[in-house]
């Protein structure tokens, strides 16, 4: 029997790309801002229990990682987008027997990095990253509200709750319809590109790049080959600095554009950001080279 899979927040950068992996064998729903806001708790436990999915995949989030930091309004709106929403749509997974897939970050990650000689963060490094049972530590105040939407499911998993929590990191591919969907740092740089010869980019802030199509499919076969429930570091494999990634762009595209190496205080941001925030996936397959995939997002 095909699978009926509910895809909120589909027209994200992630959102776009799962309607097109679930479409290949399942009946997809597909609920944008118009169709639902996730944060009315009793609109959309109605609108489930309507439609009575088998998967509920929430692709939804408030993503503006330096807004949130500074004005409270936005913090209070990112707390119940990433937070208290995800409960809601927990309590409505258990009502109706659904499985629920969320997506997290590996900024639930990294405040240790930020410390000074810290011993528990040179084992972490030593281990290849963080793995999906260390213990988060968030650096900011998205990762903050991340945070929290992970406890929601967390704590329900003793309640009946079927669920996938996979976190992911530095997305990148087709941009999102949506308004809020944000260009990736590749495509900003390549338009940067179209009017310098030359560009900084940061040489640290070592994490992990992932192709939402890759993503997408990952979350399918999570799904498709009954996966135990729990949380999963999905990440492309490889990690790297803003600079390398820059230069790898470049060679790939076969531009001659020069990336200068400069250090995280050249551009200031409101909100911190991790100096280390590796995802090691111990639990799942591991995804091709981010190089590869970035080769075919380039077309190369
Ligand atoms: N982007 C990254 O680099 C990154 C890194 C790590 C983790 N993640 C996580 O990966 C997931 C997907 O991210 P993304 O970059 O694809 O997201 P995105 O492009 O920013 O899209 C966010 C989506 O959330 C929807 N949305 C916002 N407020 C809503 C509300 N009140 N009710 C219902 N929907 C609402 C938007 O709806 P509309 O379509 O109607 O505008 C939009 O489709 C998120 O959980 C994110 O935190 C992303």
Not at 67 to 82: G, I, V
Not at 83 to 106: K, N
Not at 155 to 181: D, M, V
Not at 210 to 233: C, F, P, R, V
Request: aromatic letters at 10%; glycine letters at 8%; one cysteine or more.
């Amino acid at each position: 029997m095909r699978k009926k899979i509910l895809i909120l927040g589909a027209k994200g950068s992630l959102g776009g790309q799962l309607i097109k992996i679930f479409n290949a064998d399942c009946e997809v729903v597909v609920w944008g801002r118009g169709e639902i806001d996730i944060t009315d708790n009793e609109l959309i436990l109605k609108k489930i229990k309507d439609v009575k999915p088998d998967v509920i995949i929430n692709a939804a989030a408030y993503n503006a990682v330096d807004r949130c930091e500074t004005d409270e309004q936005e913090f209070e709106l990112a707390k119940k987008l990433n937070g208290d929403a995800v409960g809601f749509l927990a309590q409505a997974a258990i009502e109706v027997g659904a499985i629920l897939v969320h997506y997290s970050t590996d900024y639930v990650f990294g405040g240790i990095a930020n410390e000074a000689n810290n011993e528990r963060m040179k084992q972490i490094k030593k281990q290849g990253g963080f793995k999906e049972d260390d213990k988060p530590c968030p650096v900011n105040k998205y990762g903050e509200t991340k945070l929290m939407g992970e406890q929601e499911i967390i704590k329900r998993s003793g309640q009946g709750l079927k669920w996938y929590l996979i976190r992911t990191s530095k997305l990148f591919g087709p941009k999102g319809e949506s308004e809020l969907a944000k260009p990736s740092f590749f495509d900003v740089i390549l338009q940067l590109s179209k009017k310098r010869d030359c560009i900084d980019a940061v040489n640290g802030e070592m994490s992990c790049f992932t192709y939402t199509i890759d993503l997408a499919k990952a979350t399918k076969k999570l799904i498709d080959e009954n996966y135990g429930y729990g949380i999963y570091n999905i990440i492309n494999s490889g990690s790297c600095t803003w600079y390398e990634a820059a230069a790898e762009l470049f060679k790939i595209a076969g531009l001659n554009v020069k990336v200068n190496r400069v250090s995280a205080d050249k551009f200031p941001r409101p909100a911190k950001r991790p100096k280390y925030s590796v995802l090691q996936n111990t639990k799942f397959e591991q995804l091709r080279s981010w190089k590869e995939a970035l080769r075919e997002y380039l077309g190369k």
